[in-house]
Nanobody, 127 residues
């Protein structure tokens, strides 16, 4: 298990950009796939993006494809989520999660089954 801390959230206007970061502790981080999820008030948690442990495979939820980019730097134990062309529907608490499952499976398995979670960071997009 790894410990995860998200940062980079805040308030942005529609059409703007924001980058979230997830920093992990533990020297086994390089073995973990990492995903970003979000939860808006009154809605279920939603898969946003995931990246394989080597960073060579990425997956995106349909609502963010073409706008969000996930990347990782295993030397720094970080996974970033670059979010462009934001709209008010992107407003949510964003969480990163890590597990030894494949990055592809993070988009399909129940997210509650994932092993490690950060505390979340709020992203608010104003219209």
């Amino acid at each position: 298990q790894v410990q995860l801390v998200e940062s980079g959230g805040g308030l942005v206007q529609a059409g703007g950009s924001m980058k979230l970061s997830c920093v992990a502790s533990g020297n086994t981080f390089v073995s973990y796939a990492v995903g970003w999820f979000r939860q808006a008030p009154g809605k279920e948690r939603e898969f946003v993006a995931s990246i394989s442990w080597r960073g060579d495979h990425t997956y995106y939820g349909d609502s963010v494809k073409g706008r969000f980019t996930i990347s990782r730097d295993n030397g720094k134990n970080t996974v970033d989520l670059q979010m462009n062309n934001l709209n008010p529907e992107d407003t949510a608490v964003y969480y990163c999660a890590a597990d030894l499952v494949s990055a592809q499976s993070m988009s399909t398995i129940p997210s509650a089954n994932l092993n490690s979670w950060g505390q979340g960071t709020q992203v608010t997009v104003s219209s």
